[in-house]
């Protein structure tokens, strides 16, 4: 048996940045524990995409803050991860939403973050091959942008590593032991860990681990698809969004975005060929000139959703056991600030913004939803 400080399961963003910043506040004895490989569950699949144009509160102090740190770690990191702040261009096609947007624009402006509405005119100054024949106008916010999940991913695992953190792939977590309602061991199918502290970053796994304990987490999963094309010379900084549709390019060149087909939820990642159809109709009705673009790839993975497409943070009922999952399609972009915020709960008892304390899980028992609007893909 091995004795650890902390525990984390899932080598995805989450777990992974908390291990980083927990190493970074001086807790290297630790054990990152993933089934696959790292970056296997929704991070290795999503659209690569980072932005602060929500509609809440939380979401947008959370996504500030995250912005800050996905550029301390373009610096920092020991390998590139490809941040670009290329924004996000988010095009309305009614008045009702040209309102709305609006609204939403305030209450970034608000709270720091640079977004501003503009006219179809100016959408043709940043993006001339889009069609604005059917638009009205575009939340824009330069600040945005994306980063690849890969990469990311990899240079993570590096400085965790060079830290001393154990980062164990290929290894299934079985049973999370509690006696006294404390966390005493950790099973895999490979080793046992005894540790006080374990941090949930499973993913789509999250709601099994937390059943180990008695900690039932309000999650559903949904399968959403996504495709690349081949490369083609960079002509695309910002990430598009139209309705469910969006899409940008990646620094290798190939245009990457999906859209959603409103399914059921599911336990299934296969990819369709109904989604290739819907993606391609909505892409050209946007921008007509990649008709002759060939798709090169395209698969599946996972939203873990939570009943107000907020995530859910930060400690549970069971000394200890510290939670971070149900990001919906924005898990990616949060990666740093969540695993900043999960770390000091360990390290110092509470987590830095005042805002994360309103996402625990405490609110779905105190009926505190707060509903996020702008939910993509
Ligand atoms: C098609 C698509 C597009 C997306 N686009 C974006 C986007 O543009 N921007 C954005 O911010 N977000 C996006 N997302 C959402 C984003 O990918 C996720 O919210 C985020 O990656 C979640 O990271 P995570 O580390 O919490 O979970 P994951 O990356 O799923 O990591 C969890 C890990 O836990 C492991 N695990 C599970 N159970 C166990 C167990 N018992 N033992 C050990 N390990 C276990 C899994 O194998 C997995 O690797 C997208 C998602 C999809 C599917």
């Known amino acids: 048996m091995k004795t650890k400080d902390v525990v984390i399961i899932g080598g995805g963003i989450t777990g992974l940045s908390t291990a980083y910043y927990l190493a970074r506040a001086g807790v290297k004895n630790i054990a990152v524990l993933e089934k696959r490989y790292l970056g296997s569950g929704s991070t290795g699949r999503c659209g690569t995409g980072i932005r602060q144009q929500f509609t809440t509160r939380e979401h947008i102090i959370l996504m500030r803050e995250s912005v800050k740190l996905w550029l301390e770690w373009e610096n920092n990191l020991p390998y ?23 609204n939403y624009v305030r209450l970034q402006n608000l709270l720091g973050v640079d977004s501003r509405i503009i006219t179809p005119e100016e959408v043709k100054e940043i993006v001339p091959d889009i069609d604005t024949s059917n638009i009205v106008g575009a939340s824009w916010c330069p600040s945005d942008g994306n980063a690849y999940p890969f990469d990311t991913i ?55 681990i937390g059943k180990m304990v008695n900690v039932s987490l309000p999650l559903t999963l949904y399968r959403h698809q996504i495709a690349v094309s081949e490369p083609v010379s960079s002509f695309l900084d910002p ?11 990646t620094y290798r060149g190939r245009i990457i ?57 930060g400690p549970t009922s069971v000394p200890g056991f510290i939670v971070g999952t149900g990001f919906s399609g924005h898990g990616f972009m949060l990666g740093p600030v969540v695993g900043k915020l999960l770390a000091s709960y360990i390290v110092h008892g509470n987590m830095f913004l005042p805002e994360a304390n309103n996402l625990t899980i405490e609110r779905f028992k105190k009926g505190k939803l707060i509903e996020e609007k702008a939910v993509i893909g």
Request: hydrophobic share 40%.
């Open 257 to 313: 975005g999906g859209t959603d087909l409103h399914e059921k939820p599911t336990n299934n990642t296969h990819s369709t060929l109904s989604f290739l159809e819907q993606y391609a109709n909505e892409i050209l009705d946007v921008m007509p000139l990649l008709s002759s673009l060939n798709i090169m790839r395209q698969w599946a993975g996972f939203y873990v959703v939570s009943p107000d497409h907020h995530p859910i943070l």
């Open 239 to 249: 990430m598009v969004v139209k309705g469910e549709l969006y899409f940008t390019q």
């Open 154 to 208: 990899f240079a993570l695992s590096i400085a965790i590593k060079s830290y001393g953190v154990e980062v164990n792939t290929f290894e299934e977590v079985k049973d999370v032991v509690i006696e006294q309602n404390r966390i005493e061991r950790v099973i895999t199918d490979k080793e046992q860990y005894a540790t006080h502290f374990v941090v949930n970053a499973a993913g789509f796994g999250a709601v099994k």
């Open 80 to 102: 590139p991860i490809h941040f670009r702040q290329g924004g996000y261009l988010w095009l309305l096609s009614s008045q009702s939403e040209l309102v709305q947007y609006k």
